[in-house]
Each structure stands twice: as C-alpha cells, then as structure tokens.
C-alpha cells in the first residue's frame, strides 16, 4: 500500500516533465493537445540559438558568485552560532531564513530600489553583480543549516585538543574543522547553485539588461515562435542537472536534516 | 596558562600568523564577532536595511496631479487598503490557497517520505532522492506552462476524463491550487523525510511492542515526532505560496497579493501603495515564522 | 557583455551627466523630486529644449532596447524576419533588446536607467515623459522622420508643449477577435463582449491591464452619449464610475484576461476564449496555424495605440539611439516591421516595400478617418485637458479600480 502511495506520488511528480519533454518534439508551434507531429527541428534552433547561450553563461555566472558568497557567509554564521554563546544567537537563524521567506517580490523591490538609490561613489548598475547579491542574500540559509547541522553533530572537544597539542587557530581550521564541514559545505554550495539557477522573481528585479536562464524563458514564452524551444531548453537542463543532483543528494544523505533547505526555496 | 604559553614561545620565531592566531584564540569574543561581521552586516545592513526603506515607502503617498512619490507621512494607503474590501477579499483568498496547498502537501508527501525514510533500501532511497530534487532543475515557468496544457480546454485531463463523461476543473482557483502543490511538493518530502529519518527504529518496535497498530503507532508516535520537520516543510509551502504571481497569472484570472503588488510597482508608479499592501504578506510569514520555530521547525530546515 | 573599460565608463558618465542635469531626470531621486519630473516637460524654452543631443556623434558600439515582442527581430525567431542584423553591420551598433510584456514592465525597466530606448506605447510614454526618464528628441538629427505620415507626428501623446519626445514606430487598432466557428452571426459591434455577452459566458477574454477600461468608455461613448464621453483617456467620476460599472458586470462572462500573447494564442486554439480584444498579429499567428478565426474593427471605434521609440535621459549609448531611431522608421525597416507585427507604418515610403502589396490599405495607413476612430492608448492623467478642469481620474486610480473590478 505504501509502495503504491509511493509510485501514484511519483508518478504526479513527473507527469508534467513527460509533457514538457513530448513537447519539445512538438511539430507545431501553438500548445494543442493531442499533439500531432513530432520533429527534432527545435533541438537544432536551441543550439543555434545565440540567446539561450548567453543566457546559461549568465545564469552559471550568477549561480556561481552567489554560491561562494553565501558558502562564505553562510559557513561564518553557522560557526559562530554552533560554537558559541552570544546575544542573539537565537535570532540569527530567523534572520538568515527570512530572505527565503518573505515573498520574493518584496526582497525584489527591496533591493532593487536600494541599488537604484545609492549615492554615486557606491552606485552600482543593475546587471550580473546585482543578480549575485540578490542570490546570494537567499542562499546563505542553505548553507548555514547545512554546517550548523554537521556541527552539532561534530564535537568541539577536538578543536581543543588540537589546540593543546599546539595548534594554532588556522592550523586548526584547516586540518580539523575544515575536513569535517567539508561535505556539508558542497551539498550547501551545491543546492545554493540549485537556487540560484532556478530563481525568477528577485532576478526580475536585480538583472537589469542582463538575462539569466529563467528570465530568458519568461520573455520567450510570451513568443509563439519561440516556445518549442524553451521546452527543449528544459529538458537539457532537466537531464543535465542529474549529475551534481545525484552527487548533492549523495552528500545530503550525510547530513541528513541539511539536505531539505538546500531543496527549498528553489523554483521562485 | 598565559604566562606559560608566553613563555613557551620563542620571541624571534614567531610569525605574525602564529601571534594573530593566539591573540584570536585568547580573546573568543572577537572572533564571534569577526565571524558574525560579514553575514550580519550583509544580512541585517544590505537586506533588512532596503526592507525597512521599503516599508518606509508604504506611508509615502503618490501625488495625482504629478505622479511622483511624495514623502508625505500619513495612514492614507493603509486606509485605503482597509476601506475597499478587494485587498480584504484578495489576502484571504491567498492566505486560503496558501493553507490548503501545504496540507495537500503535506498529504501527498507523507507516505512518500515515511517510504524512503523506514522502508526503502539504502540504494532505492538514494535514487529516491534524487527522483525527488530532479524537478527541481526543471524551470518553474516552463512546468507551470507544461499544466496549462493539462488543465486547459481541450487539454491532457479533459481528454483523459472525457470517456467517463467527467472534466476537469479548468482555469482558476482549483488550478492554482493543483499547480502550487505540485510545484512546492518536492520542499515539503525533503524536510519531513529527513524528520522521519532521525526517528529511531526502536520507538516504532517498542510502540508496536506495547499493542500499537499500525495506524494508531501513526497517530501517537510518528506524527508528533516529525510536527516540527512537517513545520519545516509548510515554511516553504505557505511561504511561496503566498508571494508568488506569476502562476495566478497563468493558470486563473483570479488576483493574488503578488499580482496587485507587482501592479501597482509598473506604470501606476504607485510605489506606496504597494508597499502597503506588501506589508500583508511580510506580516503573515514573520507571525509563521515565530510559530513555526515554537514548534522546532528551525532545527529541522 | 558589457565592457567596462575606464575611458568608455568615464565618456559615458560624463554624457550621462550631462544629459541627467539638464533633464533634470536624475531618476534616482524621482522619489525625492515631488515637482521635480512635471517641470521637466515645462522647461521648454525657445530654443533647444534641455536634455536634447544637439549633434550626432560616433556610435558607441551598441545600444540596449525594451521593446514589444516582434518589434525588434534580427533572425533569430525566423530567419526570414530580419531588420536588425544589416544595422548592426552599418553602424557597428550590436542590438540588445529585452522584450516588455506591458507597459508597466517597460516603465519599471526604464526607470532602472540601464537602456538607452524604448518602444513605448501611449499609456507609458506620458508617464516616462513625465518622470523625466526620457529625454527630448532632435528632430533634425533624424533624417528619415520627414518622412513620416502626417497624422503621425506631433502626437499628444509623445509630444508636450511642441516638444517631441520620439519617432514613432507605427499604429494600430485593438480588434474585436472571435472563432468563427462559435460566435454567429459574425460581430460588427463590441457589444458581443459587453451586454451582448450572454451566449458566450466564461469565454469572454479582455486585455489584462487598467488601461483596458478605455475600451469601456468607448463602448459608453457610443451607447450611452449623455455621459459626455469625448476623450476614453479623460474620464470624471462620473464616466469614471460608469465605465468601472460596465466591466463589473463584464467580469462575470470572462474567461480569462490574457497579457502575454502566447496564453491569448492558445485561449483561442484550445477553445477557453471565443470572443475578446486582440492584436492583428495574434489573429494572424491563429490563421497560420490553421485556427478557425477572424478580427474586425467594430462600428464604435476602438482603443488603439502608437508606438514611440524614445530615448532615455540616462541612456549609455544616445548616438546608437539615434541611429536606430532612424533606422527603423527608415522605408525599408518599418515596412519589414510593421507587417511583420501587423500594424501600419510611420514611413509613407514603407508602403511601396511591404511584401504584401495591399498591406497599407488593409492597415489604413494614411487614411486619416479611419484613425479618427482610433483612440491611442494615453497615460490618463488628472488633468482632464478641458474646462473640466483637474478632475480627472489619474492611472493609479485607474489602477485600483482595475484590481477591484478583477476581484
């Protein structure tokens, strides 16, 4: 009975990607059902297609500034919460969450209107550097929960010890800590990537004349031209993304509850 | 201890590394602090810094006559908002949809996860996981259009439903709430499978032990366990749910709080307005949140 | 994509500087400036207007547009359907263009100061004009606009106080869609979508955006004349109040409100729609495809609209600006681009070169009464223009009233 809940939820789960992947090979350009012809003409207009590319290059830009900041900052606030007591220690991790939680179009707004207001020695344009930030801001959760998860399972009494036998605190970072937060901080920087790539409200906001993957989809969808190949452009990074998904997955399954964050907040 | 560290070093051979280090390690509050520094100051300066200049904005007004914002303190948005009972109608609306997608979701995910966690194998369960995560590279956009073509007239359900004479619901509220769940379900396994996970064999055994069956050991001992990983879970569910607008917009005609937002942000300039009614949302979610942590969610994320 | 060399930068602020002071339009501040953007447009003097280039110089390398899907191709939807790629080569000026959906999208992206035009509708125009984001035009540096119909030029809505603040693009006119397979007899009157309605209830579409309830005061203008509608853009409460009446009780026979073109497209194909306003481009993406449809313009007139290429008072690259704000009402692009999209060129020597030789007629596109009846789409704005006076109803009401009357 629960193997069959399983495979009906499953089943659910990927129904639509079916449609999207049976659509690619649609022969016409509108969106009838049932479909009537199939051809592999839009596989060949994607690779061609000089927007698509210049979008992914963006996105795997974007994706990639935003993950090493919030691996940076993400890591700094987990070891200060998980290893020491502080004021307001509690309230860090709602302040981390709340990027992820308030509506993506309020941190838009936000931050769109803070960088089109700052002063001009700090002016900032909108375009890949502010698309990293936004990102950014969101991702930190990820990894925060991720290493403050490893850390408490991890015990303090050996960075200790590694003191006393006459370590300094770099020395102990690198060869206890850091191996020990090690796959904690790639599932975290992994997922965050996962976040980034995917996002659409905040960029919409921060990207300026830019165009991530998502956006550029968002402006051919309303193309009729365009449509078939935004739905080959989603099944190439659909099974594309099996690899690192695969690899994340692997790596969350050790810290188990860090995993779930990662997830979350994906698709906005 | 310091005297004998100092004089355990030697004077000449120190490096400045090793002496930056001791100083750190002697004076643990600095490193806190060095270690908060970063992430804080973003957090707290950059994002909540642009939030409160935001919700400043919601008691500006927009000037008829010339259409630019003026920074006139006063409640009228906030009345505004109060008197007309569309924004009363629209929040609830959201809110409403929003609850009800997390409990299907929580629905659909439980047995799921209670699948991978307990019964699957190590190998089945990894492939599990990743059939989990996989629709989550798929864009957003593209599987919102992907249920438009299920849902529409002449679309997948209906041809699917046609022979037994039924149809299905079409565009509207009952779409968005289908396409929400689908969407969000794959953050509501992830947390409640790890939940289910940490909960020890043992707890079940000795329940089942006791003279449990299996559905009251359900009730009993396994819900009350994962409640703060389903808390969790709902954060995300609840929370997306609540500022989205694009799938309103797709998939029904109705208004969401993110499509009056967005609105009135375009050509209306109207920024104090939206600002006002953006509050709403921020409001709820900060209330969720507080909630949610009581219950342990944050331990469970 | 964007080079940042120190000299490029420093050329580029000083021009932006340039232009921003005198326009006054130093955008970032337009929440600070409460008078600041209206006096933008009064600062006419004899003379050249501030913010006007006065010469053409040398192209900057490239030059980033908003611009309504379709307006700006350069091949890549359709090989066939090219007007860009051979300006690029001309002028060394590459075209990043960033599709708008709506007019709000178009004035929210403006207003980030990040490109140098915008292809904007009347709606939006007045707004960005208004909030100083665009900068007056230089007529004389525009060869190709002598060319241009004279019903064309001079529009309210893109010039203010006899200062152009565009070339413009094209017109066209909303128009009455349905499947003619559905909607019998075949429609010659927008009552099928207001009180004639009826029949088709739950398969009525409208436009998904405030300015929409100009259409209703069309409607009211011919049915109901003791209203004393003149103008669907300046509307008193009391038109205000009839017109947000009528599309209340529209509300209740429409299926779905379309903004983007591709859900109109397949509304219509998968049979949720059968009746509604659309554009002349849809109905011909439906007929390609072998979708049983026809649009015509109904006897009460209809809402229309005009397209302005302006360019922004921040703009990086105005010299590039310039260049494509001649190019594309050169006869050659503007009869490749309008009958592409399916409205009437700006260009009278455009209609020797469309591929269709009936394209103007079909258009009507220098026949004058035929756009007497056309109502451009106009930001509506407080002041009502008349003896009525500053009692009008400004787009942000416009707006609320859109949210309530959506529900």
């Given at each position: 009975m629960l193997r069959g809940l399983t495979s009906l939820t499953l089943a659910f789960i990927y129904l639509p990607l079916l449609?999207?992947?049976?659509?690619?090979?649609?022969?016409?350009?509108?969106?009838?059902?049932?479909?009537?012809?199939?051809?592999?003409?839009?596989?060949?207009?994607?690779?061609?297609?000089?927007?698509?590319?210049?979008?992914?290059?963006?996105?795997?830009?974007?994706?990639?500034?935003?993950?090493?900041?919030?691996?940076?900052?993400?890591?700094?606030?987990?070891?200060?919460?998980?290893?020491?007591?502080?004021?307001?220690?509690?309230?860090?991790?709602?302040?981390?969450?709340?990027?992820?939680?308030?509506?993506?179009?309020?941190?838009?707004?936000?931050?769109?209107?803070?960088?089109?207001?700052?002063?001009?020695?700090?002016?900032?344009?909108?375009?890949?550097?502010?698309?990293?930030?936004?990102?950014?801001?969101?991702?930190?959760?990820?990894?925060?929960?991720?290493?403050?998860?490893?850390?408490?399972?991890?015990?303090?009494?050996?960075?200790?010890?590694?003191?006393?036998?006459?370590?300094?605190?770099?020395?102990?970072?690198?060869?206890?800590?850091?191996?020990?937060?090690?796959?904690?901080?790639?599932?975290?920087?992994?997922?965050?990537?996962?976040?980034?790539?995917?996002?659409?409200?905040?960029?919409?906001?921060?990207?300026?004349?830019d165009q991530t993957l998502p956006i550029w989809i968002l402006n051919n969808l309303s193309r009729p031209n365009q449509l078939p190949i935004v739905n080959v452009v989603a099944v190439f990074v659909i099974l594309l993304s099996m690899i690192p998904v695969y690899f994340a997955a692997k790596l969350s399954g050790e810290s188990a509850g860090g995993g779930a964050t990662g997830v979350a907040g994906g698709a906005r | 201890m310091s005297s004998s560290s100092e004089g355990l070093e030697a004077p000449s051979g120190e490096s400045p590394g090793r002496r930056l280090s001791t100083f750190l390690f002697r004076h643990p509050r600095l490193r806190v602090g060095l270690l908060l520094a970063p992430p804080l100051s973003w957090l707290l300066l950059a994002y909540l810094g642009s939030l409160a200049v935001l919700f400043l904005a919601a008691f500006w007004r927009l000037d008829p006559f010339t259409s630019q914002v003026v920074h006139d303190y006063g409640f009228q948005n906030f009345q505004q908002l109060w008197e007309s009972d569309v924004y009363r109608r629209i929040t609830f609306r959201t809110i409403g949809i929003a609850a009800a997608v997390t409990v299907t979701d929580v629905l659909l995910a439980f047995p799921i996860a209670f699948y991978m966690a307990k019964v699957a194998s190590p190998r089945t369960r990894n492939l599990l996981v990743v059939a989990v995560l996989l629709p989550l590279w798929g864009s957003y956009l593209v599987k919102v259009y992907a249920w438009r073509i299920i849902l529409q007239e002449n679309g997948i359900l209906n041809w699917a439903l046609d022979p037994f004479g039924l149809s299905g619901p079409g565009f509207g509220n009952v779409a968005t709430w289908l396409v929400f769940s689908y969407l969000w379900l794959p953050f509501m396994i992830l947390p409640v499978y790890a939940g289910l996970e940490r909960i020890p064999n043992s707890m079940l055994e000795a329940s089942a032990d006791l003279g449990g069956k299996g559905l009251r050991t359900l009730w009993r001992v396994v819900l009350p366990l994962a409640l703060p990983a389903i808390a969790a879970g709902s954060i995300f569910t609840f929370s997306l749910t609540l500022g989205d607008y694009i799938t309103p917009q797709l998939v029904s005609s109705t208004q969401f709080i993110g499509n009056v937002v967005y609105i009135n942000v375009g050509v209306a300039n109207n920024l104090p307005f939206a600002a006002a009614f953006a509050i709403v949302p921020v409001l709820v979610m900060v209330v969720y949140l507080l909630v949610a942590r009581r219950v342990g969610a944050f331990d469970n994320l | 994509m964007r080079k940042r060399t120190v000299g490029r930068r420093a050329a580029a602020l000083l021009a932006t500087g340039v232009l921003c002071v005198m326009a006054a339009g130093c955008g970032d501040d337009d929440e600070d400036e409460a008078g600041g953007g209206a006096t933008t447009a009064a600062e006419t003097t004899a003379g050249t207007p501030e913010g006007m280039l006065d010469a053409l110089g040398e192209g900057e390398g490239q030059v980033n547009l908003i611009a309504w899907a379709g307006y700006v191709e350069d091949g890549s939807t359709d090989p066939k359907v090219d007007w860009v790629t051979d300006f690029e080569k001309e002028t060394g000026c590459q075209v990043n263009v960033k599709t708008g959906n709506t007019s709000d999208e178009m004035v929210t992206l403006m207003r980030t100061g990040q490109y140098d035009g915008v292809s904007a509708s009347g709606d939006a125009s007045l707004r960005l004009i208004a909030a100083g984001d665009v900068a007056p035009v230089n007529l004389d540096l525009i060869e190709n606009y002598e060319n241009v119909f004279d019903g064309l030029k001079d529009q309210p809505h893109n010039t203010v106080d006899d200062v152009p603040y565009g070339v413009p693009h094209g017109r066209g006119a909303n128009l009455l869609q349905y499947r003619t397979d559905v909607v019998k007899p075949a429609p010659d009157s927008w009552a099928v979508v207001w009180d004639k309605a009826g029949p088709y209830k739950g398969k009525v579409t409208a436009y998904d955006s405030p300015i929409y309830i100009a259409d209703a005061a069309v409607y009211l203008k011919a049915t109901q004349p003791d209203l004393g509608i003149e103008d669907p853009y300046e509307l008193d409460q009391e038109q205000f109040d009839a017109a947000v009446e009528l599309l209340k009780q529209q509300r209740e026979n429409i299926g779905e409100y379309w903004s983007d073109y591709t859900k109109q497209i397949a509304a219509f194909t998968g049979g949720e729609s059968v009746v509604g306003t659309t554009w002349q481009v849809i109905t011909n993406v439906l007929e390609g495809e072998n979708v049983p449809v026809a649009a015509v313009l109904p006897k009460e007139g209809s809402t229309g609209w005009s397209d302005t290429w302006m360019i922004s008072s921040k703009a990086k690259n105005p010299n590039c600006m310039y260049m494509w704000m001649n190019h594309i009402i050169s006869p050659e692009a503007n009869a490749a681009a309008t009958e592409y999209f399916g409205e009437a060129p700006s260009s009278k020597e455009a209609c020797n070169l469309t591929a269709n030789k009936d394209h103007c007629t079909i258009f009507h596109a220098d026949d004058e009464e035929y756009f007497e009846q056309i109502y451009y789409w106009k930001t509506p704005q407080a002041d009502c223009g008349d003896d009525r006076g500053e009692v009008c109803k400004d787009y942000s009401e416009w707006t609320q009233a859109w949210t309530e009357i959506k529900g």
């Open positions: 449609v999207i992947f049976l659509y690619a090979f649609n022969d016409r350009r509108s969106l009838v059902w049932p479909i009537e012809g199939l051809t592999t003409e839009w596989f060949g207009r994607a690779i061609d297609n000089p927007g698509v590319r210049d979008a992914l290059l963006v996105s795997l830009k974007a994706a990639l500034g935003a993950t090493l900041i919030a691996l940076v900052l993400g890591s700094f606030a987990a070891m200060a919460v998980a290893r020491y007591r502080f004021f307001g220690r509690d309230a860090i991790s709602f302040l981390v969450i709340l990027p992820i939680a308030l509506p993506g179009i309020v941190t838009g707004m936000a931050l769109n209107a803070t960088f089109r207001n700052l002063p001009e020695p700090l002016g900032v344009d909108l375009g890949l550097f502010t698309i990293m930030v936004g990102h950014a801001t969101f991702c930190i959760v990820v990894v925060y929960n991720n290493v403050v998860a490893r850390l408490r399972r991890t015990q303090p009494s050996l960075g200790e010890a590694s003191a006393d036998l006459g370590a300094d605190t770099w020395q102990t970072f690198r060869y206890i800590t850091f191996p020990q937060l090690k796959t904690a901080l790639l599932a975290g920087g992994l997922l965050a990537f996962a976040l980034s790539f995917d996002e659409v409200i905040v960029t919409t906001f921060t990207a300026g004349p | - | -």
